[in-house]
């Protein structure tokens, strides 16, 4: 009997578990599920946007790069063109020189044979008149002199002979076997490479945000820890500024020995450039190759920046700063120079394209030796003297400054590098 009960009480404890259909649709629309529904649709419309713009500007880049490969490629055939026009010419002007000395030489031999030629002619008109006119005793006497001018004008032949006179000169060429070996072993202009990159791109949706929103830590500078990529030393070089070019090269400013020194991306040296009579303390890269340095003039104490082409090794422009004595730190944002100027101390403003010098109104203190530097649209300064970093917007407003009382005798651009790459390590840690 129990049994049957139990069996007759399931169905109606069934029935009360379940939920009419009208009751669970009546807030369909206005349900969390249609609203987490709805932004998952936004969010990857959104996604898909941003993937298709970032694919657009990838294909532009692309085509940019390949733009550029193509004038890096006829550049380069120029510069070879002209090589080799010049390489051309120098021979050319070799063979000339040879046929003119080889000319000068026959044409000396042909001479002498004309005169010798003349002399045996003459003799035998005579010959041939005194056989016909003269007596017996003047026949006789003549002979005896016509024999002795024969004979001297036979051993003048003999002695031209012997002095090699009628050997044949001769003028060949034979290209150089580098020249010669281009034709056969360059197969290639060039080698083209192709590769994928990572992209940092992530789908989101509303569920990831809130966790990201929830979960992001910002690493303090504590958290910092430096690896060394690569280690060259420097002797007794006084360097004072330093530049890693888009290529990988490495550009340094000597301030004492007024010169520039390059490094290629191993750190074997490249090249040296000297400055002549301007100290050069601090550059940055411009484009590309091109770089400005921040220098001033020994004997006139007259500031100036100087735009530098490294491939042509050519001072390609001079900037005089008449408002200064002396320029140390500079960093170039969009071909906008910024420069720390002494005496008297400012933050001076160049436009390369407009060419207009404007100072940066602030009480920021620009001491020797100063340093400057550009991050998520902040400068950062070094003052040696004061040991202190100082950040400040574009227009001069102090946001933080930074004191160092403890290293005295920290140097401003080995401070400023660390603080550069705190700087990007943070926005790494931060991406």
């Known amino acids: 009997m129990s049994d049957l009960l139990q ?34 649709v936004s969010d990857l419309q959104s996604n898909i946007a941003q993937m298709r713009t970032a694919r657009e500007n990838n294909l532009a880049k692309v085509a940019d790069q390949c733009k550029s490969a193509v004038k890096k490629i006829r550049e380069f055939r120029i510069k070879l063109n002209h090589y080799l026009d010049a390489v ?22 042909i001479k002498n044979l004309h005169e010798v ?9 005579i010959l041939q008149s005194i056989k016909q006119h003269a007596t017996e005793l003047q026949v006789y006497l003549a002979t005896r002199e016509i024999e002795k001018q024969v004979s001297d004008q036979e051993k003048r032949l003999t002695s031209m002979m012997e002095n090699k006179h009628f050997d044949d000169l001769s003028v060949s060429l034979e290209i150089d076997t580098k020249i010669r070996n281009i034709l056969s072993d360059l197969k290639v202009f060039g080698k083209v490479s192709m590769e994928t990159v990572p992209t940092n791109e992530k789908l989101i949706n509303w569920k990831s945000k809130q966790a990201q929103i929830i979960t992001i830590v910002v690493k303090s500078i504590d ?3 430096l690896k060394q990529e690569s280690k060259f030393e420097f002797g007794n070089r006084q360097v004072t500024g330093c530049i890693i070019l888009t290529d990988g090269r490495m550009a340094f400013t000597e301030y004492e020995y007024k010169r520039l020194f390059i490094r290629k991306a191993d750190g074997s040296p490249d090249f040296e450039m ?42 390609t422009k001079t900037k005089i700063i008449d408002t200064i004595t002396q320029a140390y730190g500079i960093v170039c944002i969009d071909k906008i120079l910024v420069l ?15 060419e207009q010098q404007t100072k940066i109104s602030s009480t920021i203190d620009v001491g020797m030796w100063s340093c400057i530097t550009y991050f998520k649209n902040k400068f950062y300064m070094t003052n040696e ?47």
Not at 117 to 125: G, L, V
């Open 7 to 40: 069996m007759h009480s399931r169905p109606c404890q069934m029935h009360r578990n379940i939920v009419h259909i009208e009751a669970v649709i009546k807030q369909a629309k206005t349900s969390q599920i249609f609203q987490d529904l709805n932004q998952c």
């Open 88 to 109: 051309e010419k120098d021979l050319i002007i070799k063979l000339q020189d040879a046929e003119s000395e080889y000319s000068q030489q026959i044409k000396e031999v």
């Open 117 to 125: 030629e003349s002399e045996i002619s003459s003799f035998d008109n």
């Open 223 to 225: 958290d910092i820890t």
């Open 274 to 315: 000297p400055l002549k009579l301007s100290n050069a303390f601090d550059l940055t890269v411009i484009k590309d190759a091109t770089i400005a340095v921040s220098s001033w003039h020994c004997i006139f104490q007259k500031a100036f920046i100087q735009i530098i082409d490294l491939d042509s090794r050519q001072i």
């Open 340 to 354: 720390c100027g002494y005496i008297p101390n400012g933050i001076y403003v160049f436009d390369e394209n407009t």
């Open 385 to 431: 003297t004061k040991h202190t970093v100082t950040s400040f917007d574009n227009k001069g407003n102090v946001i933080w400054a930074y004191y160092d009382g403890v290293n005295m005798k920290i140097h401003g651009v080995y401070l400023l590098i660390t603080v550069e790459m705190c700087l990007l390590h943070l926005k790494d840690q931060t991406m």
